[in-house]
Protein backbone atom coordinates (compact mmCIF):
# COMPACT_ATOMS: atom_id res chain seq x y z
CA UNK A 1 0.00 0.00 0.00
CA UNK A 2 1.06 3.52 -1.00
CA UNK A 3 0.07 5.78 1.63
CA UNK A 4 -0.59 9.50 1.07
CA UNK A 5 1.32 11.84 3.06
CA UNK A 6 0.09 15.58 4.18
CA UNK A 7 1.70 18.72 5.74
CA UNK A 8 -0.03 17.89 8.71
CA UNK A 9 1.27 14.52 8.60
CA UNK A 10 4.75 15.25 8.01
CA UNK A 11 4.88 17.34 11.11
CA UNK A 12 3.08 14.78 12.61
CA UNK A 13 6.35 12.12 11.83
CA UNK A 14 8.58 14.51 12.57
CA UNK A 15 7.17 14.44 16.13
CA UNK A 16 6.75 11.50 16.65
CA UNK A 17 7.31 8.71 13.39
CA UNK A 18 5.49 5.83 14.84
CA UNK A 19 2.52 7.84 16.16
CA UNK A 20 1.92 8.07 12.72
CA UNK A 21 2.75 4.93 11.28
CA UNK A 22 -0.16 4.09 13.70
CA UNK A 23 -2.68 6.24 12.24
CA UNK A 24 -1.91 4.88 8.83
CA UNK A 25 -1.75 1.06 9.55
CA UNK A 26 -3.63 0.46 12.34
CA UNK A 27 -6.43 3.62 12.47
CA UNK A 28 -8.84 1.47 14.59
CA UNK A 29 -5.93 1.11 17.09
CA UNK A 30 -5.07 4.76 16.97
CA UNK A 31 -6.88 6.86 19.74
CA UNK A 32 -10.20 8.59 18.84
CA UNK A 33 -10.19 12.10 20.32
CA UNK A 34 -12.40 14.91 18.88
CA UNK A 35 -10.58 18.05 18.17
CA UNK A 36 -10.06 20.44 21.17
CA UNK A 37 -11.68 23.76 21.18
CA UNK A 38 -8.22 25.24 21.17
CA UNK A 39 -7.41 23.78 18.06
CA UNK A 40 -10.83 24.16 16.11
CA UNK A 41 -10.33 27.91 17.57
CA UNK A 42 -7.04 27.84 15.60
CA UNK A 43 -8.41 26.40 12.44
CA UNK A 44 -11.38 28.90 12.37
CA UNK A 45 -8.99 31.50 13.08
CA UNK A 46 -6.17 30.16 10.27
CA UNK A 47 -9.34 30.54 7.56
CA UNK A 48 -10.01 34.30 9.30
CA UNK A 49 -6.27 35.20 7.96
CA UNK A 50 -6.80 33.74 4.78
CA UNK A 51 -9.45 35.78 4.00
CA UNK A 52 -7.55 39.16 4.84
CA UNK A 53 -4.34 37.66 2.69
CA UNK A 54 -6.24 37.30 -0.22
CA UNK A 55 -7.77 40.71 0.20
CA UNK A 56 -3.83 41.40 -0.60
CA UNK A 57 -4.34 39.62 -4.15
CA UNK A 58 -7.54 41.18 -5.38
CA UNK A 59 -7.42 39.40 -8.83
CA UNK A 60 -6.79 35.94 -7.11
CA UNK A 61 -8.58 32.90 -8.65
CA UNK A 62 -10.47 30.98 -5.75
CA UNK A 63 -10.09 27.41 -6.56
CA UNK A 64 -13.50 25.41 -5.48
CA UNK A 65 -12.90 23.84 -1.59
CA UNK A 66 -11.34 20.30 -1.89
CA UNK A 67 -10.56 20.62 -5.84
CA UNK A 68 -8.34 17.96 -6.65
CA UNK A 69 -4.95 17.95 -8.56
CA UNK A 70 -6.15 17.50 -11.81
CA UNK A 71 -8.34 20.81 -11.52
CA UNK A 72 -5.76 22.69 -10.03
CA UNK A 73 -3.34 21.69 -13.02
CA UNK A 74 -6.25 22.57 -15.74
CA UNK A 75 -6.51 25.96 -13.67
CA UNK A 76 -2.65 26.54 -13.92
CA UNK A 77 -2.96 26.59 -17.83
CA UNK A 78 -5.30 29.95 -17.96
CA UNK A 79 -4.91 33.25 -18.23
CA UNK A 80 -4.74 33.72 -13.99
CA UNK A 81 -2.01 34.63 -11.97
CA UNK A 82 -3.06 34.20 -8.08
CA UNK A 83 -4.47 31.36 -7.17
CA UNK A 84 -5.68 30.36 -3.81
CA UNK A 85 -5.79 27.18 -2.46
CA UNK A 86 -4.52 25.02 -5.67
CA UNK A 87 -3.48 21.37 -4.66
CA UNK A 88 -0.81 19.44 -6.13
CA UNK A 89 0.30 15.02 -5.53
CA UNK A 90 3.62 13.95 -5.80
CA UNK A 91 3.67 10.78 -7.82
CA UNK A 92 4.71 9.24 -4.60
CA UNK A 93 1.49 10.09 -2.86
CA UNK A 94 2.74 13.63 -1.31
CA UNK A 95 0.18 15.85 -0.94
CA UNK A 96 0.04 19.92 -0.69
CA UNK A 97 -2.66 22.40 -0.82
CA UNK A 98 -1.29 25.78 -0.92
CA UNK A 99 -2.22 29.23 0.50
CA UNK A 100 -1.49 31.11 -2.19
CA UNK A 101 -0.04 30.68 -5.35
CA UNK A 102 1.21 33.00 -7.69
CA UNK A 103 2.41 32.39 -11.85
CA UNK A 104 5.25 34.08 -12.70
CA UNK A 105 5.96 36.05 -16.04
CA UNK A 106 9.04 33.75 -16.54
CA UNK A 107 6.83 30.35 -16.05
CA UNK A 108 8.17 30.23 -12.33
CA UNK A 109 6.00 30.21 -9.36
CA UNK A 110 6.07 31.65 -5.67
CA UNK A 111 4.18 30.58 -2.98
CA UNK A 112 2.96 32.20 -0.14
CA UNK A 113 2.19 30.36 2.96
CA UNK A 114 -0.43 31.73 5.58
CA UNK A 115 0.10 31.88 9.27
CA UNK A 116 -2.16 33.21 11.81
CA UNK A 117 0.39 33.66 14.28
CA UNK A 118 2.34 37.11 15.12
CA UNK A 119 5.88 35.78 13.61
CA UNK A 120 7.67 33.27 12.04
CA UNK A 121 8.26 29.99 14.42
CA UNK A 122 10.79 27.88 14.26
CA UNK A 123 10.41 25.57 17.04
CA UNK A 124 9.69 21.89 16.48
CA UNK A 125 6.44 21.62 16.72
CA UNK A 126 5.34 24.46 15.01
CA UNK A 127 8.30 24.99 12.08
CA UNK A 128 6.68 27.48 9.63
CA UNK A 129 9.81 26.97 7.37
CA UNK A 130 9.76 22.79 7.38
CA UNK A 131 6.32 23.81 6.43
CA UNK A 132 7.50 26.35 3.32
CA UNK A 133 10.06 23.46 2.55
CA UNK A 134 7.34 21.07 2.46
CA UNK A 135 4.82 23.17 0.14
CA UNK A 136 7.92 23.87 -2.57
CA UNK A 137 8.98 19.85 -2.24
CA UNK A 138 5.27 18.79 -3.79
CA UNK A 139 5.25 21.54 -6.23
CA UNK A 140 8.98 20.65 -7.79
CA UNK A 141 8.28 16.76 -7.75
CA UNK A 142 5.24 17.96 -9.90
CA UNK A 143 7.60 19.38 -12.45
CA UNK A 144 6.91 23.48 -11.42
CA UNK A 145 9.80 25.21 -10.70
CA UNK A 146 9.38 27.22 -7.62
CA UNK A 147 11.33 30.73 -7.82
CA UNK A 148 10.40 32.12 -4.50
CA UNK A 149 8.59 31.56 -0.92
CA UNK A 150 6.92 33.96 1.44
CA UNK A 151 5.87 33.48 4.68
CA UNK A 152 2.26 35.93 5.20
CA UNK A 153 1.26 36.66 9.29
CA UNK A 154 -0.19 38.93 11.38
CA UNK A 155 1.49 42.01 12.41
CA UNK A 156 2.24 42.27 15.85
CA UNK A 157 2.22 45.87 16.03
CA UNK A 158 -1.26 46.28 14.57
CA UNK A 159 -3.98 47.99 16.56
CA UNK A 160 -7.35 47.96 15.49
CA UNK A 161 -9.23 51.19 14.45
CA UNK A 162 -11.96 50.85 13.03
CA UNK A 163 -12.48 48.58 9.75
CA UNK A 164 -9.39 46.34 9.63
CA UNK A 165 -6.95 47.34 6.51
CA UNK A 166 -5.55 43.66 4.99
CA UNK A 167 -2.23 45.82 4.32
CA UNK A 168 -1.93 46.88 7.81
CA UNK A 169 -2.51 43.68 9.75
CA UNK A 170 -0.63 41.02 7.61
CA UNK A 171 2.93 40.88 6.90
CA UNK A 172 4.90 39.28 4.24
CA UNK A 173 8.30 38.62 4.63
CA UNK A 174 10.20 36.49 1.60
CA UNK A 175 11.74 33.04 3.18
CA UNK A 176 12.99 31.92 0.12
CA UNK A 177 17.03 32.47 1.00
CA UNK A 178 16.24 31.21 4.92
CA UNK A 179 15.03 27.91 3.46
CA UNK A 180 17.72 27.16 0.87
CA UNK A 181 19.61 25.50 3.51
CA UNK A 182 17.22 23.88 5.04
CA UNK A 183 15.37 22.29 2.02
CA UNK A 184 17.75 19.02 1.35
CA UNK A 185 17.31 18.13 4.61
CA UNK A 186 13.31 18.42 4.59
CA UNK A 187 13.79 16.66 1.31
CA UNK A 188 15.32 13.63 2.62
CA UNK A 189 12.99 13.80 5.83
CA UNK A 190 9.85 13.17 4.18
CA UNK A 191 11.65 10.54 1.86
CA UNK A 192 12.29 8.83 4.95
CA UNK A 193 8.54 9.29 6.55
CA UNK A 194 7.37 7.97 3.11
CA UNK A 195 9.77 5.21 3.73
CA UNK A 196 8.68 5.13 7.16
CA UNK A 197 4.73 4.93 7.22
CA UNK A 198 4.59 2.23 4.25
CA UNK A 199 6.47 -0.52 6.23
CA UNK A 200 4.62 -3.33 6.71
CA UNK A 201 5.89 -3.49 11.04
CA UNK A 202 7.76 -1.43 13.22
CA UNK A 203 8.67 -2.16 17.07
CA UNK A 204 5.19 -1.01 18.75
CA UNK A 205 6.57 -1.27 22.26
CA UNK A 206 7.80 2.25 23.17
CA UNK A 207 7.32 5.80 20.59
CA UNK A 208 9.78 8.10 19.84
CA UNK A 209 8.27 10.45 22.69
CA UNK A 210 9.24 8.03 24.96
CA UNK A 211 12.53 10.20 25.53
CA UNK A 212 10.46 13.34 25.44
CA UNK A 213 9.11 15.69 28.14
CA UNK A 214 5.45 15.16 28.88
CA UNK A 215 4.00 18.15 27.08
CA UNK A 216 5.67 16.64 23.36
CA UNK A 217 4.25 13.46 24.03
CA UNK A 218 2.08 11.84 21.23
CA UNK A 219 -1.75 11.16 21.27
CA UNK A 220 -0.67 6.97 20.68
CA UNK A 221 1.52 7.47 23.69
CA UNK A 222 -0.22 4.96 26.18
CA UNK A 223 -0.58 2.58 22.99
CA UNK A 224 3.37 2.69 22.25
CA UNK A 225 4.44 2.70 25.89
CA UNK A 226 2.32 0.37 28.19
CA UNK A 227 4.74 -0.22 30.80
CA UNK A 228 4.92 3.55 32.32
CA UNK A 229 3.28 3.29 35.69
CA UNK A 230 0.86 5.96 37.21
CA UNK A 231 2.94 8.37 38.73
CA UNK A 232 6.20 8.21 36.02
CA UNK A 233 9.07 10.47 35.95
CA UNK A 234 7.34 11.96 32.75
CA UNK A 235 5.22 13.86 35.98
CA UNK A 236 8.41 14.96 37.54
CA UNK A 237 8.22 19.29 37.92
CA UNK A 238 10.11 20.61 34.96
CA UNK A 239 11.83 17.87 34.60
CA UNK A 240 14.11 18.11 31.08
CA UNK A 241 14.38 15.21 28.90
CA UNK A 242 18.32 14.98 29.41
CA UNK A 243 16.99 13.56 33.09
CA UNK A 244 14.35 11.65 31.52
CA UNK A 245 16.78 9.64 29.20
CA UNK A 246 19.55 9.34 32.45
CA UNK A 247 16.34 7.45 34.15
CA UNK A 248 15.01 5.17 31.65
CA UNK A 249 18.28 4.30 31.09
CA UNK A 250 19.03 3.76 34.90
CA UNK A 251 15.54 1.18 34.76
CA UNK A 252 13.43 4.01 36.45
CA UNK A 253 10.11 4.68 35.14
CA UNK A 254 8.02 5.05 38.39
CA UNK A 255 8.86 8.23 40.75
CA UNK A 256 8.90 6.31 43.76
CA UNK A 257 12.07 4.23 41.75
CA UNK A 258 14.69 6.87 41.54
CA UNK A 259 17.11 6.95 43.93
CA UNK A 260 17.63 9.61 46.84
CA UNK A 261 21.19 10.40 45.77
CA UNK A 262 20.32 11.71 42.47
CA UNK A 263 20.72 14.60 41.16
CA UNK A 264 17.57 16.77 41.20
CA UNK A 265 16.29 20.41 42.35
CA UNK A 266 14.82 20.72 45.21
CA UNK A 267 11.35 21.35 44.39
CA UNK A 268 12.17 17.94 42.51
CA UNK A 269 13.59 16.19 45.30
CA UNK A 270 10.34 16.76 47.62
CA UNK A 271 7.70 15.15 45.27
CA UNK A 272 10.39 11.96 44.79
CA UNK A 273 9.88 12.15 48.78
CA UNK A 274 5.98 12.44 48.71
CA UNK A 275 5.98 9.82 46.49
CA UNK A 276 8.02 7.31 48.40
CA UNK A 277 6.48 8.63 51.61
CA UNK A 278 2.61 8.38 50.09
CA UNK A 279 2.25 11.71 51.59
CA UNK A 280 2.60 15.39 51.43
CA UNK A 281 5.83 17.26 51.98
CA UNK A 282 4.55 20.36 54.24
CA UNK A 283 6.52 23.50 55.47
CA UNK A 284 4.16 24.67 57.49
CA UNK A 285 5.83 27.01 59.29
CA UNK A 286 7.05 29.06 55.45
CA UNK A 287 3.05 28.62 54.71
CA UNK A 288 1.92 30.10 57.62
CA UNK A 289 4.28 33.13 57.79
CA UNK A 290 3.50 34.51 54.08
CA UNK A 291 -0.48 34.02 54.59
CA UNK A 292 0.05 35.56 57.91
CA UNK A 293 1.30 38.75 56.07
CA UNK A 294 -1.95 39.37 53.91
CA UNK A 295 -3.55 42.20 54.45
CA UNK A 296 -7.56 42.01 54.79
CA UNK A 297 -10.01 42.04 53.22
CA UNK A 298 -8.82 39.43 51.29
CA UNK A 299 -10.00 39.72 47.66
CA UNK A 300 -9.89 36.55 45.55
CA UNK A 301 -9.93 37.27 42.16
CA UNK A 302 -9.69 35.54 38.19
CA UNK A 303 -10.58 37.33 35.14
CA UNK A 304 -11.69 34.82 31.85
CA UNK A 305 -10.21 36.41 28.90
CA UNK A 306 -11.21 36.24 24.62
CA UNK A 307 -8.50 36.37 22.34
CA UNK A 308 -8.71 36.45 18.36
CA UNK A 309 -6.45 36.29 15.55
CA UNK A 310 -8.21 39.30 14.06
CA UNK A 311 -8.85 41.58 16.79
CA UNK A 312 -13.02 42.32 17.18
CA UNK A 313 -12.45 45.59 19.08
CA UNK A 314 -11.10 48.87 18.79
CA UNK A 315 -7.63 49.16 20.79
CA UNK A 316 -7.04 45.68 20.23
CA UNK A 317 -4.31 43.87 18.21
CA UNK A 318 -3.86 40.24 17.05
CA UNK A 319 -3.98 37.76 19.45
CA UNK A 320 -4.78 40.58 22.51
CA UNK A 321 -6.81 39.59 26.12
CA UNK A 322 -10.16 41.14 26.06
CA UNK A 323 -11.24 40.44 29.84
CA UNK A 324 -15.34 39.86 29.46
CA UNK A 325 -15.85 38.41 32.90
CA UNK A 326 -14.66 38.49 36.49
CA UNK A 327 -15.02 36.67 39.89
CA UNK A 328 -14.16 38.23 43.10
CA UNK A 329 -14.97 36.54 46.63
CA UNK A 330 -14.32 38.76 49.20
CA UNK A 331 -13.25 38.02 52.86
CA UNK A 332 -12.98 39.95 55.87
CA UNK A 333 -11.00 39.10 58.86
CA UNK A 334 -13.82 37.47 60.74
CA UNK A 335 -13.96 34.97 57.74
CA UNK A 336 -17.21 36.48 56.60
CA UNK A 337 -17.64 35.77 52.79
CA UNK A 338 -19.13 37.93 49.66
CA UNK A 339 -19.18 37.76 46.18
CA UNK A 340 -18.83 39.96 43.07
CA UNK A 341 -19.37 39.28 39.48
CA UNK A 342 -19.65 40.68 36.21
CA UNK A 343 -20.09 38.99 32.30
CA UNK A 344 -19.74 40.93 29.47
CA UNK A 345 -22.64 41.02 27.29
CA UNK A 346 -20.92 42.66 24.30
CA UNK A 347 -17.83 42.41 22.65
CA UNK A 348 -16.53 45.94 23.75
CA UNK A 349 -13.87 47.12 26.91
CA UNK A 350 -15.16 46.46 30.20
CA UNK A 351 -15.42 49.61 31.46
CA UNK A 352 -18.30 48.95 33.07
CA UNK A 353 -16.78 46.02 35.17
CA UNK A 354 -13.78 48.14 35.81
CA UNK A 355 -16.43 51.04 37.57
CA UNK A 356 -18.49 48.34 39.42
CA UNK A 357 -15.04 46.47 40.51
CA UNK A 358 -14.01 49.02 42.35
CA UNK A 359 -16.98 50.02 43.82
CA UNK A 360 -17.03 46.16 45.47
CA UNK A 361 -13.29 46.61 46.58
CA UNK A 362 -12.46 49.83 46.66
CA UNK A 363 -8.59 50.40 47.20
CA UNK A 364 -8.13 48.06 50.39
CA UNK A 365 -6.73 44.76 51.24
CA UNK A 366 -4.98 42.30 49.29
CA UNK A 367 -5.95 40.93 45.56
CA UNK A 368 -5.40 37.00 45.52
CA UNK A 369 -5.24 35.28 42.38
CA UNK A 370 -3.85 31.76 40.92
CA UNK A 371 -0.86 32.43 38.36
CA UNK A 372 -1.05 36.16 39.15
CA UNK A 373 1.33 37.11 36.33
CA UNK A 374 -2.31 36.28 34.09
CA UNK A 375 -4.13 38.99 36.26
CA UNK A 376 -1.22 41.37 36.42
CA UNK A 377 -0.48 41.79 32.77
CA UNK A 378 -4.35 42.23 31.81
CA UNK A 379 -4.52 45.30 34.35
CA UNK A 380 -1.28 46.31 32.90
CA UNK A 381 -3.27 46.66 29.77
CA UNK A 382 -6.41 48.19 31.31
CA UNK A 383 -4.54 50.79 32.59
CA UNK A 384 -3.48 51.81 29.15
CA UNK A 385 -6.96 51.42 27.48
CA UNK A 386 -8.40 53.21 30.82
CA UNK A 387 -5.80 55.56 32.27
CA UNK A 388 -9.17 56.55 34.47
CA UNK A 389 -8.93 53.34 36.41
CA UNK A 390 -4.77 53.22 36.99
CA UNK A 391 -4.54 54.09 39.82
CA UNK A 392 -6.78 51.31 41.32
CA UNK A 393 -5.52 48.94 39.02
CA UNK A 394 -2.08 49.86 40.22
CA UNK A 395 -3.02 49.40 43.36
CA UNK A 396 -4.26 45.74 42.62
CA UNK A 397 -1.01 44.54 41.33
CA UNK A 398 0.55 46.21 43.91
CA UNK A 399 -0.80 44.41 46.24
CA UNK A 400 -1.43 41.19 44.55
CA UNK A 401 -0.59 37.62 46.15
CA UNK A 402 -0.14 34.60 44.17
CA UNK A 403 -1.43 31.25 46.13
CA UNK A 404 -0.32 29.64 43.46
CA UNK A 405 3.12 30.08 44.88
CA UNK A 406 2.23 27.67 48.03
CA UNK A 407 1.84 24.59 46.05
CA UNK A 408 5.26 25.11 44.15
CA UNK A 409 7.52 24.49 47.37
CA UNK A 410 6.18 24.58 50.76
CA UNK A 411 3.07 21.92 50.15
CA UNK A 412 4.45 19.62 47.82
CA UNK A 413 1.98 16.55 46.77
CA UNK A 414 2.91 13.66 44.34
CA UNK A 415 -0.71 13.41 43.60
CA UNK A 416 -0.96 16.73 42.01
CA UNK A 417 1.08 14.72 38.86
CA UNK A 418 4.00 17.65 38.22
CA UNK A 419 1.67 20.34 38.51
CA UNK A 420 0.37 23.55 40.62
CA UNK A 421 -2.43 24.43 38.28
CA UNK A 422 -5.13 24.71 40.61
CA UNK A 423 -6.82 22.19 38.52
CA UNK A 424 -4.19 19.76 39.39
CA UNK A 425 -4.46 20.83 43.17
CA UNK A 426 -8.48 21.23 44.07
CA UNK A 427 -9.63 17.30 43.63
CA UNK A 428 -6.65 16.30 45.72
CA UNK A 429 -7.24 18.98 48.93
CA UNK A 430 -10.63 19.74 48.13
CA UNK A 431 -12.77 17.08 46.42
CA UNK A 432 -15.95 17.99 47.68
CA UNK A 433 -15.26 20.65 44.30
CA UNK A 434 -15.52 19.61 41.32
CA UNK A 435 -15.36 21.26 37.87
CA UNK A 436 -16.55 18.11 35.87
CA UNK A 437 -19.96 18.77 37.28
CA UNK A 438 -19.98 22.15 35.35
CA UNK A 439 -21.12 22.69 31.82
CA UNK A 440 -18.49 25.18 31.06
CA UNK A 441 -14.86 23.43 32.87
CA UNK A 442 -11.99 25.13 31.64
CA UNK A 443 -10.69 28.77 30.55
CA UNK A 444 -10.50 27.47 26.98
CA UNK A 445 -14.71 26.31 27.36
CA UNK A 446 -15.56 29.81 29.04
CA UNK A 447 -13.46 31.53 25.89
CA UNK A 448 -15.23 29.68 23.18
CA UNK A 449 -18.81 29.72 24.56
CA UNK A 450 -18.74 33.13 25.31
CA UNK A 451 -17.17 33.88 21.73
CA UNK A 452 -19.57 32.00 20.23
CA UNK A 453 -22.98 33.75 22.24
CA UNK A 454 -20.61 37.13 21.13
CA UNK A 455 -20.24 36.63 17.58
CA UNK A 456 -22.12 33.54 15.57
CA UNK A 457 -24.93 34.62 14.60
CA UNK A 458 -26.35 30.69 14.36
CA UNK A 459 -26.26 30.81 18.24
CA UNK A 460 -28.87 28.69 19.05
CA UNK A 461 -28.40 27.80 23.03
CA UNK A 462 -30.40 29.83 25.52
CA UNK A 463 -28.60 32.62 26.21
CA UNK A 464 -29.67 33.18 29.93
CA UNK A 465 -28.48 29.52 30.56
CA UNK A 466 -25.21 29.86 28.59
CA UNK A 467 -23.94 33.15 31.13
CA UNK A 468 -25.76 31.11 34.05
CA UNK A 469 -23.09 28.37 33.42
CA UNK A 470 -20.45 30.81 32.80
CA UNK A 471 -20.57 32.47 35.80
CA UNK A 472 -20.33 29.48 37.31
CA UNK A 473 -17.44 28.26 36.10
CA UNK A 474 -15.59 31.80 36.71
CA UNK A 475 -17.33 31.47 40.71
CA UNK A 476 -15.98 28.45 40.94
CA UNK A 477 -12.40 29.71 40.26
CA UNK A 478 -12.51 31.82 43.02
CA UNK A 479 -14.25 30.19 45.66
CA UNK A 480 -11.97 27.40 45.07
CA UNK A 481 -8.89 29.50 46.24
CA UNK A 482 -11.20 30.60 49.10
CA UNK A 483 -11.27 26.80 50.09
CA UNK A 484 -7.50 26.14 49.31
CA UNK A 485 -6.96 29.49 51.43
CA UNK A 486 -8.93 27.85 54.31
CA UNK A 487 -7.21 24.56 53.92
CA UNK A 488 -3.94 25.85 54.39
CA UNK A 489 -4.87 28.48 57.79
CA UNK A 490 -5.92 25.46 59.08
CA UNK A 491 -2.40 23.33 58.59
Request: proline residues 4%; aromatic residues 12%; negative net charge.
Amino acid sequence: MNFQLTKTEFIQYLNCPESLWLLKNKPNDYPKEAPSLFLQKLIKEGYEVEEFAKKLFPNGKDLPEKADPDFTEKQLNTDAKIFFQPSFKTSKNVFARIDVLEKLEDGSFHIYEVKSSTKIKDDQKHNHLKDACFQKYVLQECGYNVSGVSMMHLNKDYIKNGEINAREIIKTKEVSEKIKDLYPMVVKDIEDALHFINRSSINESECSCRYNTRSNHCLSFNYFNKNIPDYSIYEIINIRAKRINELLNMGCNCISDIPSDYNLNSKQKLQVASAKQNTPIIDQASISKSLNELEFPLHFIDYETYTNAIPQVNQFGPQKHLVFQVSIHTMLANGDLSHFEWLGNKMELPTDMLQKMKQFTGLTGTFISWHASFERDRNKEMMAMHPEYKQYLDYINTQMYDLEVLFKEPYIDYRFRGSSSIKKVLPIICPHLNYNALEVQNGTMAMDTWGRMMLDPDFDESIEHTRKELLEYCKLDTFAMVELYRFLMEL
